[in-house]
């Protein structure tokens, strides 16, 4: 009679073992699936406060300065085909259209989303400082920008002069673009503006030293 219930309280005690570690093994399980969840939880609830699209004035200044000033380096790129003598002219200038005309189609469609005004072609735009002029004049006030007499001059060259010419003027502008391009990377909040402006940094520094070197310049 007594090995009966000695054999009892010894499966009892196994059983209650068993549970209690199972029970362990579900808590941690339980623990580290709550922990994934918390963690998941926040990481979407921070996605959803990165308000997309968000912008601030740097952003909308950075777009509509730049615009002109692309719309500018273009022009000037576009008169190398047929007034340039130097073959790395003609290729520089290329590469300057094919970069920059994109950039001032994603601007504008940036400043038409924001419902702010875009330049013209000509750079007036009387909500921009500086551009409260029909002419295009207020356009020289910007970093790097040429005023309309030099634009004149360099309409008027060809051969080696164009090249000089067109080179010391694309290594100024060039200059203000990454000017402009700095402030922006700095203190605007949009992502894509600031990507581009990073790019702008990178890319136009690499031609300032190039172009500097076929001046002669060091």
């Not at 007594?2 to 339980?30: D, E, Q, Y």
């Not at 330049?119 to 309309?148: H, K, L, R």
Request: aromatic share 2%; proline share 3%; with cysteine.
């Amino acid at each position: 009679m007594s090995t009966t219930p000695h054999h009892l309280t010894r499966r009892a005690a196994l059983i209650v073992a068993t549970a209690t570690a199972s029970l362990v093994l579900a808590a941690c399980g339980g623990g580290s699936d709550n922990s994934g969840s918390a963690n998941e939880g926040h990481s979407n609830s921070s996605s959803a406060s990165d308000t997309a699209g968000a912008h601030n004035a740097q952003d909308i200044a950075f777009a509509q300065g730049m615009i002109p000033h692309h719309q500018q380096a273009v022009q000037m790129a576009g008169l190398a085909a047929d007034r340039a003598s130097s073959a790395q002219v003609k290729a520089l200038a290329s590469r300057i259209e094919k970069a920059q005309d994109p950039e001032i189609n994603t601007m504008t469609g940036w400043l038409k989303s924001w419902g702010k005004d875009v330049p013209s072609s000509d750079g007036s735009m009387s909500s921009m400082p500086g551009m409260d002029d029909s002419s295009g004049s207020g356009m020289a006030n910007m970093p790097g920008m040429m005023g309309s007499a030099h634009m004149a001059e360099l309409k008027k060259m060809s051969g080696k002069e164009f090249d000089t010419m067109f080179l010391t003027m694309m290594v100024e502008h060039h200059k203000g673009a990454v000017q402009m391009a700095t402030t922006e990377k700095g203190k605007g909040k949009y992502g894509p503006a600031t990507g581009m402006a990073d790019g702008i940094i990178s890319t136009q520094t690499a031609e300032i030293t190039e172009m500097n070197k076929m001046l002669g310049k060091s």
